[in-house]
C-alpha cells in the first residue's frame, strides 16, 4: 500500500469515528432530555 492511499484510509477512518462519537452524543443527549421530561 502506497502512503498516499494509506493517509486517504486515516482520514476516512478519522472520518467515521467522527460520525459514530457525534451520533452516540446525540442518543445520549437525547435519553437525557427524556428523562428530564419525565421526571421534571
Request: charged share 25%; no cysteine.
Amino acid at each position: 500500500m502506497t502512503p498516499d492511499e494509506e493517509t486517504r484510509l486515516k482520514e476516512a477512518r478519522k472520518g467515521r469515528n467522527l460520525a459514530l462519537a457525534l451520533v452516540l452524543a446525540g442518543f445520549v443527549l437525547l435519553f437525557y432530555f427524556i428523562t428530564f421530561a419525565k421526571f421534571g
